[in-house]
């Protein structure tokens, strides 16, 4: 399995900037595993933010995130990394990371990030 675990969540202030990150419970990212972040604003769908590849790198992004989101991995610490700034009261939702392997889909908890006024 590779079971996704966010970390870094909580109450920001409007204005504030925010990264979480995301690491494999008991385990690590390796190859061609895809990470992906999502969000869910309450009362809403679960949205996509954006993608990065393992091994490559590769970032793709939701056209509405961009430039909103930027999205990391850092290689030798095993994790993967959501960075936004600018954080409005709009932003509150709960942001989950996923993991995909061998087309086996994995989500993570989901914090949910309160953006207070």
């Known amino acids: 399995q590779v079971q996704p675990a966010e970390s870094g969540g909580g109450v920001v202030q409007a204005g504030d900037s925010l990264t979480l990150s995301c690491s494999v419970s008991g385990g690590t990212f390796v190859g061609d595993d895809m990470v992906a972040w999502y969000r869910q604003a309450p009362g809403k769908e679960r949205e996509v933010i954006g993608t990065i590849t393992w091994d490559a790198g590769s970032r793709h992004y939701a056209d509405s995130m961009r430039g909103r989101f930027t999205i990391y991995r850092n290689y030798h610490e095993t994790r993967a990394w959501r960075h936004m700034n600018g954080l409005n009261p709009e932003n509150t939702a709960s942001y989950y990371c996923?993991?995909?392997?061998?087309?086996?889909?994995?989500w993570g908890q989901g914090p949910q990030v309160p953006v207070s006024s």
């Open positions: 996923s993991s995909q392997r061998d087309s086996v889909v994995y």
